[in-house]
C-alpha cells in the first residue's frame, strides 16, 4: 500500500517507547522498496512489490536485503499484490488489495514450487484463482473508507484464508477461498476483533498459531492467535504485542513470515518513516 494516513504516522512518531522494540536486521534493496508480502520457502526469502509494480518475486539476502534473483510470472499483472504464501507444493500469491473497493478482479495466483526453483530463463506462468465476496454490493470508489480491502493470506490445512484490512470497522474479516484454479463467491466465516489494520499473515504450522501483522494508534503490532478450534479462529487465545522498530527504518510493517521456531520476520515497505526493512520478531 503506498498511501497511509499522515495522522497514523504523527501519532506513531509520538508514541516511540510504547511498543516492544524489533531489531532491524538490514535495509531493503531499492528494487523492493514496496515490499508487501514475505515468504520463507527452503531456506529462501522471497518478496514483492505491491500495486502497478512488476509481476515478479524477488529472493533477497536475509542479511543484507539485497536481490539475488527474480522470478517473472509471464501471464499475470501486478494489480496490487499484497501477500504472498505456500504449502507443501505451491506458493500462492494474493493480488486482491483494493483501498477503493471498488475492484472487481480479485485474484490469488498459483505457481508450482518445483517449477519456481527450476524456471528456465527466471519466468513461468501461474494458475489463476479468481474470487469475489458474496456479501459486497457496494462498488462504488470510496478510499479507506471499505471493508472490502486485503492484504492477508494464509495456507491452512485444504483451503487458503483471506484476512481483510477494514478501513472502517478496524477489525478484520475472514473468507476461506478453494485452492483450485476457477472463479468463486467466498463467503465471510470469521471475524476477530484487531483494532488496527491487518497488512500480513503467517501460518506457524508446527505450533498451530496464526500470526497477523498490522499499523494502528500508536503502533504497528503483531496479534497472535492460537488454542483455535477447526478454521474457526476467532475461539482461540488472541495476544496482541505493540512493535516499536528502530528509527529511521520505515514503520510501516506489511509482511511476516517464519525464519525458525520462534523467530519471524518483519518487512515495511518505504514511507515517510523511513527505508524499507527486514526486522526481527521473538514469539
Do not use: C
Amino acid at each position: 500500500m503506498k498511501l497511509i494516513h499522515l495522522i497514523l504516522i504523527s501519532f506513531i512518531f509520538l508514541a516511540r517507547g510504547f511498543g516492544e522494540y524489533i531489531p532491524s536486521i538490514t535495509t531493503l534493496d531499492a528494487k523492493v522498496n514496496e515490499s508487501s508480502g514475505l515468504l520463507m520457502l527452503e531456506n529462501q526469502l522471497i518478496t514483492h512489490n505491491d500495486s502497478d509494480e512488476e509481476p515478479e518475486l524477488y529472493l533477497i539476502d536475509e542479511h543484507i536485503g539485497k536481490v539475488n534473483r527474480t522470478v517473472r510470472i509471464t501471464n499475470v499483472k501486478n494489480h496490487d499484490w499484497e501477500d504472498i504464501t505456500a504449502d507443501e507444493h505451491f506458493i500462492y500469491i494474493g493480488d486482491f488489495g483494493n483501498n477503493l473497493g471498488s475492484r472487481k478482479n480479485l485474484k490469488v495466483y498459483k505457481i508450482s514450487i518445483d517449477e519456481f526453483n527450476n524456471a528456465k530463463n527466471d519466468s513461468l506462468e501461474a494458475a489463476i484463482i479468481n474470487f469475489n465476496y458474496s456479501d459486497q454490493i457496494e462498488f462504488n470508489p470510496a478510499r479507506f473508507n471499505s471493508d472490502f480491502d486485503a492484504e492477508a493470506l494464509i495456507s491452512y490445512e485444504n483451503h487458503l484464508y483471506i484476512f481483510t484490512k477494514n478501513w472502517e470497522t478496524k477489525n478484520t474479516d475472514i473468507y476461506k477461498l478453494s485452492k483450485d484454479p476457477g472463479n468463486y463467491s467466498i463467503e465471510k466465516v470469521d471475524r476477530i476483533e484487531t483494532n488496527g489494520l491487518i497488512t500480513g499473515a503467517e501460518y506457524d504450522k508446527s505450533n498451530d498459531r496464526i500470526l497477523l501483522t498490522g499499523n494502528g494508534v500508536p503502533t504497528p503490532f503483531v496479534i497472535e492467535i492460537k488454542d483455535f478450534e477447526d478454521d474457526n479462529f476467532s475461539s482461540g487465545i488472541i495476544t496482541k504485542h505493540s512493535l516499536e522498530p528502530k528509527l529511521g527504518h520505515s514503520i510501516q510493517i506489511e509482511g511476516i513470515t517464519k525464519k525458525s521456531d520462534g523467530v519471524f520476520y518483519l518487512s515495511s515497505e518505504q514511507s515517510v518513516t523511513g527505508a524499507p526493512s527486514l526486522f526481527k520478531f521473538e514469539i
